[in-house]
Nanobody, 117 residues
């Protein structure tokens, strides 16, 4: 099972910003990285993907507000979240895989994001 460590969650204000980080082992960081989230009472959903050459893709619900990026020197992927709204409240999880449809198994502990005034 892949060991990914998410961090950076917390309480965000509506309209505000937060940045999430995910540290990955060097052995897998060359592959596709992504973010998922699970809101209370809802199924886990895909948020964003970034390939090893920087191509990105986003769910419609976050497009234009969230930005996924990666620092290959630090084996870390980020999710910059802006224009937050209460519907962004969820536990956010990082994933690694061979493609956007072929993720390595397992989930980390995730990081909680709560958007509230």
């Amino acid at each position: 099972q892949v060991q990914l460590v998410e961090s950076g969650g917390g309480l965000g204000q509506p309209g505000g910003s937060l940045r999430l980080s995910c540290a990955a082992p060097r052995s897998i960081f060359s592959n596709v990285m992504g973010w998922y989230r699970q809101a209370p009472g809802k199924q886990r959903e895909w948020v964003a993907t970034i390939t090893n050459n920087g191509w990105t893709n986003y769910a419609d619900s976050v497009k234009g507000r969230f930005t996924i990026s990666r620092d290959n020197a630090k084996n870390t992927v980020y999710l910059q979240m802006s224009s937050l709204n209460p519907e962004d409240t969820a536990v956010y999880y990082c994933k690694a895989g061979l493609s956007g449809s072929l993720w390595f198994p397992g989930w980390g502990q995730g990081t909680q994001v709560t958007v509230s005034s």
